[in-house]
């Protein structure tokens, strides 16, 4: 596993890329040949060889590494070292060439319902989101939408929202929330959120004025109420990415 001289024309990483490309680069240098995908799933975390493969596959589309094929354990060829792209970065900076726009690696946590609850949460993988859309990359993950009850909001079955973790919001914002699932598991949900502003002063009103309103942005669908001990709010909905990948 050994390193070529960089060029000029080093393919921007994003920030997720170039940690996988440093730990390459450590652990050759430390052992004297590659890490197999397994001590890469290992190191960072990853629950499957597939978001070990893709971060692999991505380097080596940008010209960083090069892979070997039938299957060979330790098969990964250092192109190009992680300072590339950075001496890349300060040339374009000293020249006034244009720097392309960075981006930050966010876990994409599984799916949430735009409908029905769903189960989220699950995830072995991470998306490239541009650092522009992200004011607070430590606290903000990813979730992919299925269902049709927020289109009114322009959030459509499919696409990917980005979420700020927090447990409080106020009435009329979008959240992610864990609530009572039908079958008596926890779901998650994406909604606008209203909270009650005092309990019912007579009997004569509706109990839902002392609930949680959990409401779709769909006239076709209906408010989910709760008990306000039975909303956890995970999170509160501050971007979109449609999917065209």
């Known amino acids: 596993m050994t390193t070529q001289s960089a060029n000029h024309d080093t393919a921007p990483l994003s920030p997720r890329e170039k940690t996988v490309l440093e730990f390459l680069e450590t652990y050759a240098r430390l052992h004297g040949f590659a890490p197999t995908y397994q001590e890469i799933c290992s190191h960072f975390g990853f629950a ?38 950075q001496d890349t970065i300060e040339e374009r900076e000293r020249t006034g060439t244009p720097v392309a726009s960075t981006a930050v690696a966010l876990p994409l946590l599984g799916r949430v319902a735009a409908g029905v609850p769903l189960e989220a949460f699950e995830h072995d993988e991470f998306i490239d989101v541009p650092a522009s859309l992200v004011k607070r990359p430590d606290k903000t993950y990813a979730l992919r939408v299925q269902g049709q009850s927020m289109i009114e909001d322009g959030i459509l ?22 609530v009572p699932g039908d079958t008596g598991q926890e779901e998650a949900t994406v909604k606008r959120f209203y909270q009650p502003r005092g309990s019912a002063r007579n009997t ?4 839902t004025r002392t609930k949680i309103e959990l409401r779709p942005a769909n006239s076709k669908m209906k408010s989910l109420w709760f008990e306000p ?6 999170g509160i909905v501050v971007g979109l990415l449609r999917k065209f990948w």
């Open 48 to 85: 499957s060889f597939n978001s070990a493969q893709r971060y692999l596959k991505q380097l080596e589309a940008k010209g960083y590494i090069l892979l070997g094929g039938n299957n060979q354990k330790r098969s990964i060829r250092l192109l190009k070292s992680a300072s590339s792209y």
């Open 157 to 178: 079955d499919g696409d990917v929202i980005l979420v700020e973790r927090q447990s409080r919001a106020e009435n009329g914002e979008i959240v992610v929330a864990v």
């Open 204 to 207: 004569g009103e509706s109990e």
């Open 229 to 234: 001990g039975e909303v956890q709010i995970r």
